[in-house]
């Protein structure tokens, strides 16, 4: 069963600080590992998306990596500012936009 | 990109009623979905919009309780049938421009049933 899985569940960081999410999938056949980020009420937005051959994507102050090899992936957040406070879900495909495995997301909190 | 509304934004029902939801999105794209987010779960596809025919519905969910409907390539509407509370959940519309990885969502409609 294609299986993601998000930790920690939940992160409460200060302003300023960096902060790491990770993202481990079962997800065969593998097309491409996205992050996305939602806000409160609104809906997710794509961050990064990373297909087999990419290890590293950024977007300016995430930085999303990716091992395919041990299918692990991360998503790293420098200098956190207020607005970074949201849920960061990992999604991966298999192909095809109707083959997207989602995880349950990470719930991060910037406290100033 | 592509910029998607949905309406209503949010809404509160009573049991056994049904709520359509209208998907908008402002330019042609290749593929419309529909997403169910429960409280503290990831994104469930519902189903995938066509247009001018019958949606394709995942497991578990049923043309008769989630009737969607398609008729051009920039709108859709998911009806939520005979609600019951276990219905409560957050809809978001989702659709794929050409042949991309890119995927765009709706801010979503939070529905509320009691």
């Known amino acids: 069963k294609n299986q993601v899985e998000q930790s920690p569940q939940s992160l409460i960081i200060l302003e300023g600080k960096n902060c790491t999410l990770q993202?481990?999938?079962?997800?065969?056949?593998?097309?491409?590992l996205r992050w996305y980020k939602q806000d409160t009420g609104r809906g997710p937005v794509s961050l990064t998306i990373?297909?087999?051959?990419?290890n590293t994507k950024s977007n300016g102050r995430y930085t999303a990596t990716l091992d395919a090899d041990t299918k692990q992936s991360s998503l790293h957040i420098t200098a956190s500012q207020l607005s970074d406070s949201a849920s960061y879900i990992c999604v991966v495909s298999g192909g095809g936009a109707d083959g997207l495995t989602f995880g349950k997301g990470t719930h991060l909190i910037i406290q100033p | 990109s592509a910029v998607i509304s949905q309406k209503p934004s949010r809404d509160i029902c009573q049991r056994g009623t049904s709520l359509t939801i209208q998907c908008q999105v402002d330019s042609q794209v290749t593929m419309m979905f529909w997403y169910r987010q429960q409280p503290g779960q990831s994104l469930t596809l519902i189903a995938t919009?066509?247009?001018?025919?019958?949606?394709?519905?995942e497991s578990g969910f049923v043309i008769d309780k989630f009737p969607i409907s398609r008729p051009n390539l920039t709108f859709s509407t998911l009806t939520v049938s005979n609600m019951s509370p276990e219905d409560s959940s957050i809809y978001l519309c989702?659709?794929?421009?050409?042949?991309?990885?890119?995927?765009?969502f709706g801010p979503g409609t939070r529905l509320t049933v009691t």
């Open positions: 990373m297909t087999f051959s990419e």
């Open positions: 989702s659709v794929v421009k050409g042949n991309t990885y890119e995927q765009y």
């Open positions: 919009a066509n247009q001018g025919s019958e949606a394709t519905y």
């Open positions: 993202c481990n999938y079962t997800v065969s056949p593998f097309s491409n």
